[in-house]
């Protein structure tokens, strides 16, 4: 089933892009482009949402499950370990790549846009990086807004409490749910 469905994933995508490569290739007036967009806006804002929805109740569940399941707390410092590693490892890849693929494609190359004032604002509400303030907003103030805010390192943080809370329960919660 799985594999069915990466399958039918790869489909869509091909689907897509072969969709738009048409569109964008038979229709020439901008207005009627955006017209199209517009109209298929819909559909990508639910997929989006969609996704986003499912993030946070799969990443609370794997985590607890994985945590009170392992039992051993040596176990989990050594498992916590490897996961930093691993998370650090592929955010260096990730980054890697994306500098490697913008150095080799130079996206909006050629696009003759103007460069806006070096002092121009970009309208975001921004505020000063503290140690305090990131600490601070590691810890969620609700374990419920984490998820309604999909703040996934607060939710990664209440899990983690949540699963060793779990796993020192010991018998108690082996026909937990999760």
Same mark, same amino acid.
């Given at each position: 089933?799985?594999?069915?469905? =990466?399958?039918?994933?790869?489909?869509? /995508? *091909?689907?897509?892009? @072969? =969709?738009?490569?048409?569109?964008?290739? #038979? *229709? $020439?007036?901008?207005?009627?482009?955006?017209?199209?967009?517009?109209?298929?806006? %819909?559909?990508?804002?639910?997929?989006?949402?969609?996704?986003?929805?499912?993030?946070?109740?799969?990443?609370?569940? %794997?985590?607890? $499950?994985?945590?009170?399941? /392992?039992?051993?707390?040596?176990?989990?410092?050594?498992?916590?370990?490897? %996961? /930093?590693?691993? !998370?650090?490892?592929?955010?260096?890849?990730? &980054?890697?790549?994306?500098? @490697? /693929?913008?150095?080799?494609? #130079?996206?909006?190359? +050629?696009? +003759?846009?103007? &460069?806006?004032?070096?002092?121009? $604002?970009?309208?975001?509400? =921004? #505020?000063? !990086?503290?140690?305090?303030?990131?600490?601070?907003? &590691?810890?969620?103030?609700?374990? @419920?807004?984490?998820?309604?805010?999909?703040?996934?390192? #607060? *939710?990664? *943080?209440?899990? &983690?409490?949540?699963?060793?809370?779990?796993?020192?329960?010991?018998?108690?919660?082996?026909?937990?749910?999760?």
């Amino acid at each position: 089933m799985a594999k069915r469905f =990466t399958f039918i994933i790869l489909i869509a /995508m *091909i689907i897509g892009i @072969v =969709t738009g490569a048409t569109f964008n290739a #038979q *229709i $020439s007036d901008p207005a009627q482009l955006n017209a199209i967009a517009d109209a298929l806006a %819909t559909v990508t804002d639910v997929f989006l949402r969609m996704i986003k929805m499912i993030i946070a109740p799969l990443v609370f569940t %794997t985590l607890v $499950s994985g945590i009170a399941h /392992m039992g051993d707390s040596s176990a989990l410092g050594r498992i916590g370990l490897r %996961t /930093m590693g691993w !998370f650090l490892g592929a955010s260096v890849l990730s &980054l890697l790549v994306g500098i @490697v /693929m913008v150095s080799i494609l #130079q996206p909006g190359v +050629g696009l +003759g846009l103007e &460069l806006p004032d070096a002092g121009a $604002s970009a309208g975001l509400a =921004t #505020q000063d !990086f503290t140690l305090k303030g990131f600490l601070t907003h &590691l810890v969620p103030t609700s374990a @419920v807004k984490a998820m309604a805010d999909n703040e996934i390192l #607060q *939710i990664v *943080i209440f899990s &983690l409490f949540f699963g060793t809370a779990m796993a020192a329960l010991g018998e108690k919660t082996k026909d937990s749910p999760t």
